[in-house]
T-cell receptor
């Protein structure tokens, strides 16, 4: 099993550009999450999904959109990137009844 | 306000010395409690978790944590630190069963 994978690993965007980050898991997990990690801030939840076709806002959802069209994939979109979105983005998944989250390796995004 | 506090931003210990990393939370009921470790450039790995029952939980890599309800704390301990333990450590709580809140992390340096 690959676990949780994230694509791409690195990306540089100019202000105003858009992009989509892909998270994929092969563990048949129901719940999936997107976090951002900033120095001194820990991880903050952006959006999450409790099942295929469902999404919900987390702690810091502004400027991001998500979609969960397939159970194994959770996409995070930035429609108009801003320098404040420079961060490391982590995806995670869990079965929903074990509450242990499995994390991907992260995507480092820089917005100039 | 609900929060997770890791009061120590950075800790330095000598190899072979004992370690205690502090975590306090402020939620109405006892949430699910977790400790994760993050090595540089990597995702997060679960060390241990507490749901209920015995308040002293054992985890991987020789770590343990003790839940103290009266202090709203979940401190992580290790009797003898190894150089490979140098990493960032995050406490996390899940008060609802499907959303994690992370502390800001404690960076551990191990000196020979």
């Amino acid at each position: 099993n690959a676990g949780v994978t994230q694509t791409p690993k690195f990306r540089v965007l100019k202000t105003g550009q858009s992009m989509t980050l892909l998270c994929a898991q092969d563990m048949n997990h129901e719940y999936m999450y997107w976090y951002r990690q900033d120095p001194g801030m820990g991880l903050r939840l952006i959006h999450y999904s409790v099942g295929e076709g469902t999404t919900a806002k987390g702690e810091v959802p502004d400027g991001y959109n998500v979609s969960r069209l397939k159970k194994q994939n959770f996409l995070l979109g930035l429609e108009s990137a801003a320098p404040s979105q420079t961060s490391v983005y982590f995806c995670a998944s869990t079965t929903g009844n074990s509450y242990e989250q499995y994390f991907g390796p992260g995507t480092r995004l820089t917005v100039t | 306000a609900q929060s997770v506090t890791q009061p120590d931003i950075h800790i330095t210990v000598s190899e072979g010395a004992s370690l205690e990393l502090r975590c306090n939370y402020s939620y109405g009921a006892t949430p699910y409690l977790f400790w994760y470790v993050q090595s540089p450039g990597q995702g997060l790995q679960l060390l241990l978790k507490y749901f209920s029952g015995d308040t002293l939980v054992q985890g991987i890599k020789g770590f343990e944590a003790e839940f103290k309800r009266s202090q709203s704390s979940f401190n992580l301990r290790k009797p003898s630190v190894h150089w490979s333990d140098a990493a960032e450590y995050f406490c996390a709580v899940d008060p609802t069963g499907n959303q994690f809140y992370f502390g800001t992390g404690t960076s551990l340096t191990v000196i020979p």
